[in-house]
């Protein structure tokens, strides 16, 4: 099971955040901005909005690839497209634990 935040996922727009409401007040999980690697900010334009919805999903994509997979097993994907699984699997596992097993903090790009 994993230990991400339960509630639903907002996009906040007006705070430029990702929050949930937690007993009636939004509580931060991340902030919305494009910032270079000196730490100068640039204007929030679609790809930062595009991120924030991707990350406000990730709950439900999580939630939804678990569930395909189960039945993926019960259906022996396995057998029939055992790459595919075993990606499926690393994806699980970042989401869950932050890195998979030999991971190293590589992106995922390079594993897959």
């Keep these: 099971m994993s230990n991400h935040t339960k509630e639903q996922w907002l996009v906040d727009r007006q705070d430029y955040c990702v929050c949930v409401m937690r007993d009636g007040d939004p509580l931060e999980i991340a902030t919305i901005g494009a910032m270079d690697h000196n730490g100068i900010k640039f204007v929030i334009g679609d790809e930062s909005w595009a991120n924030a919805y991707l990350m406000?999903?990730?709950?439900?994509?999580?939630k939804t690839l678990e569930a395909m997979m189960a039945k993926a097993y019960k259906q022996n994907w396995n057998d029939q497209y055992p790459d595919l699984l075993e990606?499926?699997?690393k994806v699980i596992a970042l989401a869950k634990a932050g890195s998979a097993p030999g991971d190293?903090?590589?992106?995922?790009?390079?594993?897959?």
């Design 104 to 112: 190293g903090g590589e992106s995922l790009e390079q594993e897959l």
């Design 56 to 62: 406000r999903t990730a709950p439900e994509l999580l």
């Design 87 to 89: 990606q499926a699997e």
